[in-house]
C-alpha cells in the first residue's frame, strides 16, 4: 500500500561488454523446429557495432539530401529519432500499434521528400532486423562461468542463465524502429487485428464486437453513444448519469459502507488489461484507466522478465510461443477519499493512512477520485498488482524475508517521467532516490543489507524507521537496476522472481549477485555519492 508517508519521502556480458560497448558479434546458428515454419535461432552474424556504424551511414546521407532539398522539418525529424544514451536510467518505449508508414507526416507531398521518407523507414527496418537478432540472442546465451558462485563446482548449474532484460530493452528499440516487425511483436506479446497491433486481451474484444473510446473504455458494440449522452448500464439496467444540478448542497455520510458497495452503485470501465468499477465521473475513471495502462506499458519493460521462466522467454523470442488473453485485472475507484476509508475500513483499519492499496485477498487494487490521489499512487499500487498476477505467485511473498524488494520496486516506479518518445524510470534525481541520498550523505542513515534482507512483511512494517527506510530502498532499487551499467538489474529481477515464489532466503540477493552484502552496501554509497 502507499501512504501519506510515502509521499512525503516518510550480466551476462552480452549487457554489460557487448551491447553498451557496441562490440558484440552474434553468429549464425542452426535452424530449430517449430510448430509451423522453420526459425532460425539467430538469423545471421550481427556485429552490434556494424549497426551503429550503418546507423549513422544511413543517417548521414538522409541529412545530406535533405540539406540539399532545405527539408528542414524531415531532417529535425531523421536527427532526432536516435534516443539519448541510456546511461543513469531505464527507458520505457511506447509502441504505437500502426505501421510507422501510417504515421507519415502530412507535409510530405513532393517525390523528392517521399524517398527521403521511405529511405529512412528503411534505414530503420534494417538497424529493427539487427537489434531483434540480438534480442534473440540475449534470450538464450547461457551464464559465463565468472556468474557461477564463487567456489561453485564446474557442475553446478549457472545463477542466472538468460539475460531476459536485456532480451526485452532489444524488443522494444527494435519495435521503435519497427512497430510492424511480426517476429518482435509476437515475442512481446501483441497480435494483430487489421492493420494495427493490438495486445491479446484487445483482440478479444475487437473479435466479439466491441468498440473502444478514451472517454469510456471498451463496450458492446452502440453503447458508446449512450454513454456519451450521460447514460451508464449496470445491473443489468440503464440509468441516467445525475448533473450537477442533483447533487446535494452539502456532502452526506459516505455512500460506502463495505467493499462491497461500489459494486451495487458503481458502473464499469474497462481498459486493455483492467476491469475499474467506480461510483466516480467519466472523467476520473479514464484518467486511472490510463495511468494503469501506463504502468503495464512500462512493468513489461522494466520487470518483464519476471512474467515467465527462460525456457518460456526462448521459445517467444524463437517464435514457437503465442500470445494468449489473460483475465481483466481488477481495480475500484471511489468518488472521493471519505467512500475509500469507510468502504475499506471493514478489511484494513489503518486504511486511514493509506492514498491507496492492492488488496492481496481480493486481488483488487483500490483508489480514490479527487483530491489527495496522485500518479505516482496508480503506479505503486498497479506494479504490487502487476507483481502478484501476471504469474503464478505465493499469497504470502515476502512474509519470511526480502520484503524490502517488493516495496522498493513499487517506489522504483514512481520515478516514471514523461518524455518525447516514452518515460524514463529511476535516476539518482527522480522520485525518492533524491531523499535516499540525502539521509545517506549527509544523515548517514543506512540500514545494511545483510539486515534488510532479512526482514519479512511484519518486522518491517513494525520497524521504528520505517520512513527512513522507504527512502533507502528507493534508492537501492536504483542501484540495482541503473548502478554500474546494470550490472546488477537481471539479479535483481531475478530475486523478485524469488521473492514472489517463495524460493528466496535471506543470502538470494548476494549469491545472485555474486558479491557479498558488505561490499554491495559499499557499492551502494559510491552509486550515490556520484
Not at 550480466?11 to 530449430?32: D, M, R, Y
Request: hydrophobic content about 40%; glycine content about 8%; charged content about 25%.
Amino acid at each position: 500500500m502507499r501512504t501519506p508517508e510515502h509521499r512525503r519521502g516518510v550480466a551476462l556480458l552480452l549487457a554489460v561488454a557487448g551491447v553498451a560497448a557496441g562490440a558484440l558479434t552474434v553468429t549464425a546458428a542452426e535452424p530449430v523446429a517449430a510448430s509451423g515454419p522453420v526459425v532460425t535461432k539467430v538469423a545471421a552474424t550481427v556485429d552490434a557495432a556494424k549497426l551503429d556504424t550503418d546507423w549513422a551511414t544511413s543517417v548521414g546521407g538522409l541529412l545530406r539530401r535533405c540539406q540539399v532539398g532545405g527539408h528542414g522539418a524531415l531532417a529535425a525529424i531523421i536527427r532526432d529519432w536516435q534516443l539519448p544514451e541510456e546511461a543513469d536510467r531505464q527507458y520505457v518505449l511506447e509502441i504505437p500499434p500502426a505501421p510507422p508508414q501510417s504515421m507519415q507526416p502530412d507535409w510530405i507531398d513532393t517525390p523528392f521528400q517521399q524517398a527521403i521518407w521511405d529511405d529512412f523507414l528503411a534505414a530503420r527496418r534494417d538497424r529493427a532486423a539487427g537489434t531483434f537478432a540480438l534480442a534473440v540472442a540475449a534470450s538464450q546465451l547461457q551464464a559465463t562461468p565468472s556468474r557461477r558462485p564463487t567456489g561453485a563446482a564446474d557442475s553446478a548449474p549457472p545463477l542466472l542463465e538468460h539475460d531476459a532484460t536485456e532480451a526485452i530493452r532489444l524488443l522494444y528499440r527494435s519495435l521503435r524502429d519497427d512497430p510492424d516487425h511480426p517476429r518482435a511483436r509476437e515475442a512481446g506479446g501483441w497480435v494483430k487485428r487489421e492493420d494495427r497491433w493490438v495486445w491479446p486481451e484487445a483482440a478479444r474484444r475487437l473479435d466479439k464486437g466491441d468498440e473502444y473510446s478514451p472517454e469510456f473504455g471498451w463496450l458492446p458494440r452502440g453503447r458508446q453513444q449512450r454513454y456519451k449522452a450521460g447514460e451508464r448500464y449496470a445491473q443489468g439496467r440503464w440509468t441516467k448519469v445525475a448533473g450537477p444540478e442533483d447533487k446535494p448542497a452539502t456532502p452526506s455520510r459516505s455512500a460506502l459502507a463495505t467493499p462491497t458497495d461500489i459494486d451495487k452503485q458503481g458502473w464499469k470501465f474497462t481498459s486493455d488489461h483492467w476491469q475499474i468499477t467506480t461510483t466516480a465521473g467519466p472523467e476520473a475513471a479514464a484518467s486511472l484507466a490510463m495511468h494503469l495502462e501506463e504502468a503495464h506499458t512500462a512493468w513489461n519493460q522494466v520487470f518483464g522478465g519476471f512474467q515467465y521462466e527462460p525456457a518460456e522467454w526462448e521459445r517467444r523470442f524463437e517464435g514457437r510461443s503465442r500470445p494468449k488473453p489473460m483475465d481483466p485485472l481488477v481495480a475500484k475507484l471511489t468518488a472521493d477519499r471519505q467512500d475509500y476509508i469507510a468502504a475499506l475500513e471493514p478489511l484494513e483499519p489503518a486504511i486511514v493512512r493509506t492514498l491507496g492499496i492492492y488488496w492481496i485477498p481480493t486481488n483488487t487494487a483500490w483508489f480514490f477520485a479527487g483530491e489527495g490521489q496522485e500518479t505516482t499512487t496508480v503506479h505503486h499500487e498497479a506494479t504490487h498488482q502487476l507483481f502478484a498476477e501476471k504469474r503464478r505467485t505465493s499469497p504470502l511473498a515476502g512474509e519470511r524475508c526480502g520484503f524490502w524488494a517488493i516495496e522498493a520496486a513499487a517506489c522504483y516506479m514512481e520515478s516514471m517521467q514523461r518524455t518525447t518518445w516514452g518515460w524514463t524510470v529511476g535516476g539518482r534525481d527522480a522520485g525518492r532516490a533524491p531523499l535516499a541520498r540525502e539521509r545517506l550523505i549527509e544523515d548517514g542513515f543506512h540500514v545494511p543489507l545483510a539486515e534488510l534482507t532479512a526482514l519479512g512483511r511484519r518486522a518491517f512494517q513494525a520497524d521504528p524507521r520505517l520512513p527512513q527506510i522507504y527512502s533507502e530502498i528507493s534508492g537501492l532499487a536504483d542501484f540495482f537496476m541503473n548502478g554500474q551499467r546494470a550490472r546488477y538489474r537481471q539479479a535483481f529481477v531475478e530475486y523478485l522472481v524469488r521473492i514472489h515464489t517463495g524460493t528466496v532466503d535471506a543470502d538470494t540477493l548476494a549469491r545472485l549477485c555474486q558479491k557479498s552484502y558488505g561490499e554491495l552496501d559499499d557499492e551502494y554509497r559510491r552509486h550515490m555519492a556520484r
